[in-house]
């Protein structure tokens, strides 16, 4: 039985603060790029690490999935710079993955010392915004939904959710629009 409430309901808007939240994360280091490594996980707070910035948190129900690996994150590694330009500062990638698969996955897309790959252990932040998912009815347990926030700092000006599969409203074409 998980700890975590799964709630259907999305409780985060816009206007909102966020809630504080432990994500885990391996910082990107030389020594990972072959692989031979597996770093070390560290705490990765949110009010601390995003207090004064615009971040884009773009989440997936897992790495190295075919949507989120070939189609969600693609788009924003290729619009990094763009995002950039746009004044953002940091870059999230969020999913309930342990910190060595999210750290793996950061690697295989090319800029892994410009975009964080976090892990939300149990989906637990991403529940306290009413974005978790109950997947355990196909053997995956809770998960991050697919979702994209803008914050600047830590306000929520920007929210969107996928329904499916689609990525309509949280690709990064749509949160340059929304920048």
Not at 31 to 38: G, P, T
Not at 141 to 160: C, E, F, M, N, P
């Amino acid at each position: 039985m998980s700890s975590v409430t799964v709630n259907e309901q999305i409780s985060v808007k816009v206007g909102d603060t966020i809630p504080k939240g432990i994500l885990k994360h391996v910082p990107y280091t030389p020594e990972l790029a072959d692989s031979s490594a597996c770093g070390k996980p560290q705490d990765y707070n949110t009010l601390e690490e995003w207090k004064g910035k615009k971040v884009v948190i773009v989440s997936t129900p897992g790495a190295f999935t075919p949507t989120c690996h070939q189609q969600h994150v693609p788009g924003f590694i290729k619009n990094y710079d763009a995002l950039s330009k746009k004044g953002v500062d940091v870059i999230v990638v969020l999913a309930a993955n342990d910190p060595f698969v999210m750290s793996a996955w950061g690697r295989t897309g090319g800029i892994p010392d410009k975009i964080v790959y976090a892990s939300d252990p149990n989906a637990q932040w991403s529940s306290a915004l009413g974005l978790a998912k109950d997947l355990t009815a196909v053997g995956f347990g809770i998960r991050t939904q697919r979702y994209a926030l803008i914050l600047d700092d830590l306000k929520v000006v920007y929210i969107a959710t996928e329904g499916g599969l689609g990525l309509e409203n949280s690709s990064a074409e749509k949160i340059l629009a929304h920048l």
